[in-house]
Structure formats: C-alpha cells, structure tokens
C-alpha cells in the first residue's frame, strides 16, 4: 500500500511566522504535489516536483516555497504566514511512468491567526 | 472557464438507488481520469481511473468516458448512507499535472 505522511493534522501560526509543511512518501514515487483546498474553491496545485532538485510552480504559486532534497520527501514552506493562507493543506504523490494515479496524504489543516 | 466541471450538488437519493455523477473537462489532450471520493475533514481517496472511452466497472462503482464530449461520470449503484462524500473528478492533462473539479456533494438517505 502506498503511504503519504504530513507531518501535523492541526497547525497554528501566527501572522509573519516562516512555516514548514512536511510530506513523506514510501513508494519511491517521482512526483510529488502540494495542493490547498478551500471551500467552494476545490484543489488548487501549489507547486510539484518531478525528481530530486526539480520543481515547478501550480496555479498559486505566490507566497509558498518548496525543497526537495530527497526522493521520498517534499516540504512546503510559507515564508511568511499570512490569514489568507489558512487552509487545508494536501500532499500527494504519484509514479513517473505508467499510471499516474495520485495518492494523498491525510492532510494538514493550517490556522494562521 | 474552468479545466474541470462539476455540479457541487447536493444530490441526493434513497439507499438502494443509482446515484450518477457528472464531470467535463475542457483539455482534448487529456490522457488519464480519476475519481476521488473525500469525506468531510478527511483526504480524497482514489475510487476509479479510467483512460479509454467506454465504461469500466469495479463492483458497485461505474466510470464511464467519452472522449468525443469531453464527459466523464462515475454510476454508483445500490447507494448506501455509507457513499455520502464529496466526489472530485480529476484529469491529468500533460506532463504530470492534475486537474481538479470543486466535488460533488452526495447524500444518500436511508
């Protein structure tokens, strides 16, 4: 079965500070997502990453920073938290080749007050 | 206009009926299609893929895809209270991006 982590269920920061989402994977999967989901909104790609090193911006790119510096992890970073960032937070991942099913993790439910 | 469409609903049926879900997508080139279902306050969880035109059935769960029209949709039959979610249709285009529609609410009412 494939596995995807986050690091936290709940988060809650305060305006201005630099947060960090974790997200771990154990398939040894390529790609890998950050998604925010809003209400009436649905997911909204952040950035993704197709290997080690790689990333390319989503459709709300601005605002958030990403780091892979290995295969199995994919982190997030909000350099400086804002309201208008509280959200749900979704990792996922998926193969390079063949299928390109996604799998999510349980997701990260950020408060930023 | 939006990559992917859904009717956010709620629908809602009895248990025991067919419950239908629709999505379009407006991308020609697209390659693969999925349906996730999300409860509340949970992840999306993977249901269905399908990636040619026709119907593929796994157990109470129909996906079926034209291509021609730019239309997917998932039956799911005997519905049970148990099937009431939010179900994401998603589409993945090119290179490794996936498109989301914003859900479909169903309930199905015992």
């Known amino acids: 079965d494939v596995k995807v982590t986050q690091s936290s269920r709940y988060l809650v920061k305060r305006t201005g500070e630099k947060v960090f989402l974790e997200c771990v994977q154990d398939?040894?999967?390529?790609?890998m997502f950050w998604y925010r989901q809003d209400p009436g909104l649905g997911l909204r790609l952040i950035y993704f990453?197709?290997?080690?090193?790689?990333?390319e911006k989503g459709d709300i790119p601005e605002g958030y920073s990403v780091s892979r510096e290995k295969k199995e992890r994919f982190s997030l970073i909000l350099e400086s938290a804002s309201t208008n960032q509280t959200s749900m937070y979704l990792c996922?991942?998926?193969?390079?080749?063949?299928?390109?099913?996604?799998?999510f993790g349980p997701g990260t439910r950020l408060l930023v007050l | 206009q939006k990559e992917v469409e859904q009717n956010s609903g709620p629908l809602s049926v009895p248990e025991g009926a067919i419950a239908s879900l629709n999505c379009t997508y407006s991308?020609?080139?697209?390659?693969?299609f999925f349906w996730y279902r999300q409860y509340s306050g949970k992840s999306p969880e993977l249901i269905m893929s399908i990636y040619s035109n026709g119907d593929k059935e796994d157990g109470r769960f129909t996906a079926q895809l034209n291509k021609a029209s730019q239309y997917v949709s998932l039956l799911i039959r005997d519905s049970q209270p148990s099937d009431s979610a939010t179900y994401l249709c998603?589409?993945?285009?090119?290179?490794?991006?996936?498109?989301f529609g914003s859900g479909t609410k169903l309930n199905v009412k015992p």
């Open positions: 996922a991942s998926s193969p390079g080749a063949g299928l390109k099913t996604q799998y």
């Open positions: 398939m040894d999967h390529e790609n």
């Open positions: 990453s197709y290997d080690v090193k790689m990333k």
């Open positions: 998603a589409v993945n285009t090119n290179f490794n991006k996936f498109y």
């Open positions: 991308d020609r080139g697209s390659q693969s």
